[in-house]
């Protein structure tokens, strides 16, 4: 990666620029520090070229969050229409390779926060098996979901950067693994892996996607057998419902405990919100925060009794069995599947909080609650908006799932960058 540009989500420490999260509570948060996998990039030669703007605290902060906003930031533009979301919450990174302002970036995911934001702005976005690639100096939400990953406008140039992240870190004791697991991800892509390859398809989700990501989710099941794959339906899934309460749940719990450990390691003359219950006070008494919406989620979050409370151990248990083992896994073991399939969404919705036209389907909360690789590669349009195919596996499957997308860009080609002139300057009004 030697001369490379690569841009930064901002909620990725890194030594010679402060750390944000996109909240006027972090906006002097400079701790002087490079996260490891900012110091395994420079190491390969990549030039940091700044950070990107996010979704303020990752789209944690209230349900109401909007995608791509924050109040350090502004509101982030989708640039094949501005006047629709960026999704998010790594908003910024996904749009800066979508126009080129650097070939790759990198975005962190605890659920759909890399392949959302990909899947709409018409790139390849990466979320990698938790545990692959290190969070420390990474400010947190989930240490069960969480984890950082890349951008790029081809699966090769995203396996080049997966491999120089991913490995083990002292710091971040999920990675004990990760030495042991990585390879070089660029050097097993197989533009023939399709050839043979049994794929399932998430038949269970489709409903929810708009009619016209339907029809170009079928090209795409076509374009794929073409290329050689068996392709199966796969009728029933687990209780996404279910799954989606208990993730939230375990989620808050999780982001008391992680961001109160975050807060007390930053320098306290730069930070002086300590811990959550501060940020808390703070965004009540600083109007610029709370002008488009609230912080509820903070507050639910506050509430939680901590990692040993056994409601949080209970849902959370609940929530991995049947995302991972009774989902996931099941599907591919019981179908006989190296890979489940579907869109990653469809089409970006319109800023528009009062619109119609929202969020339609998502194939991001199984890999997200279960911690396994998760793909999404341009796949087509939808109403001239882009939209994404899902390549999901199973734990430590990431050469698998990167090798199987490459495998349907390099037999499709159907990425189109952005008409010039369409991406709007960043909204700083607020």
């Known amino acids: 990666m030697q001369g490379v540009l690569v841009l930064l989500k901002d909620n990725i420490e890194t030594r010679d620029m402060p750390t944000t999260a996109g909240s006027l509570a972090l906006a002097d948060n400079a701790p002087g520090r490079d996260a490891p996998i900012v110091a395994r990039l420079r190491e390969a030669g990549a030039v940091i070229l700044g950070k ?55 975005g962190t995911e605890t659920d759909g926060s890399i392949v959302c934001p990909a899947s709409v702005n018409g790139v390849v976005g990466f979320k990698p098996t938790v545990g692959l690639v290190s969070r420390t100096h990474v400010i947190p939400i989930s240490h069960s979901q969480d984890t950082p990953g890349p951008f790029a406008t081809t699966v090769e140039d995203a396996a080049i950067v997966l491999t120089v992240m991913a490995g083990s870190d002292l710091e971040d004791p999920a990675t004990a693994e990760a030495d042991a697991r990585k390879v070089d991800y660029r050097a097993a892509l197989d533009a023939g892996s399709l050839r043979g390859a049994r794929l399932g398809v998430m038949g269970f989700l489709l409903p929810a996607y708009s009619t016209e990501a339907r029809v170009e989710f079928d090209r795409a099941v076509e374009a794929l057998q073409a290329a050689g794959a068996e392709v199966v339906e796969i009728g029933e899934g687990p209780n996404m ?15 008391k405990h992680g961001l109160n450990a975050y807060l007390a390691s930053t320098d306290p003359a730069q930070v002086r919100t300590r811990t959550l219950a501060e940020v808390i006070a703070f965004n009540a008494a600083e109007p610029r925060e709370t002008e488009l919406f609230g912080q ?54 319109t800023n528009d909080p009062n619109d119609d036209d929202r969020s339609q389907g998502s194939a991001s909360r199984l890999a997200a609650v279960a911690g396994y690789p998760h793909l999404t590669v341009p796949m087509g349009f939808d109403r001239g908006m882009p939209i994404g195919l899902s390549f999901i596996g199973g734990k430590w499957d990431d050469a698998r799932i990167l090798s199987l997308g490459h495998a349907y860009e390099q037999a499709t080609r159907e990425r189109r960058p952005p008409p010039a002139g369409t991406a709007a300057e960043p909204d700083q009004s607020r």
């Open 52 to 106: 990107a703007n996010l979704s303020e605290w990752a789209n944690i902060r209230s349900s109401r969050s909007i995608s791509g906003w924050s109040a350090v930031g502004g509101q982030t533009r989708n640039p094949y229409d501005p006047e629709r979301t960026p999704c998010g919450s790594s908003s910024g990174s996904a749009v800066a390779v979508a126009i080129g302002l650097a070939p790759v970036a990198i």
């Open 241 to 255: 419902q279910a799954i989606g309460g208990w993730e939230l749940t375990g989620m808050l719990t999780e982001l």
């Open 296 to 349: 509820e989620f903070f507050e639910m979050a506050e509430a939680t009794a901590g990692l040993d409370d056994p409601t949080y151990l209970e849902v959370r248990a609940k929530a991995f069995q049947a995302a991972g083992p009774d989902g996931i896994d099941r599907m591919m073991r019981e179908h006989g599947v190296v890979a489940l399939i579907a869109p990653t969404t469809s089409r970006a919705w």
